[in-house]
Nanobody, 122 residues
Framework: QVQVVESGGGLVQPGGSLRLSCTAS????????TDWYRQAPGKERELVAH???????TVADSVKGRFTIWIDNSNNMVYLQMNNLKPEDTAVYYC????????????????WGQGTQVTVSS
């Protein structure tokens, strides 16, 4: 019903930048919020950044001042700008969209993308 696709991962040197993109498509009636998570090998998945429908944002303390999340309403894309990347930022980054479909009667569900690999290494 809903497809979520991330893009923009890759290999970058410490101190470098990457921009991740997330888009959702399908029979969506409302998007209530979008999250970026990451999961490093051997670690639990952690919330990196959140943006609500109204535009309010939160980011994890570990990335505060380096990562920014925003929505481009012209193309319904959610971006995660990652600056001053560190080796500990290496992980698979996942986009999660909390949305209602045309059939769910305003009840929201989480829809996940397949993830995009970010590797920070010299």
């Amino acid at each position: 019903q809903v497809q979520v696709v991330e893009s923009g991962g890759g290999l970058v040197q410490p101190g470098g930048s990457l921009r991740l993109s997330c888009t959702a498509s399908g029979n969506i009636s409302s998007i209530y919020g979008t999250d970026w998570y990451r999961q490093a090998p051997g670690k639990e998945r952690e919330l990196v950044a959140h943006i609500a429908r109204g535009g309010a944002t939160t980011v994890a303390d570990s990335v505060k001042g380096r990562f920014t999340i925003w929505i481009d309403n012209s193309n319904n894309m959610v971006y995660l700008q990652m600056n001053n990347l560190k080796p500990e930022d290496t992980a698979v980054y996942y986009c999660s969209v909390f949305a209602a479909t045309i059939w769910s009667k305003a009840v929201g569900y989480d829809y996940w993308g397949q993830g995009t690999q970010v590797t920070v290494s010299s």
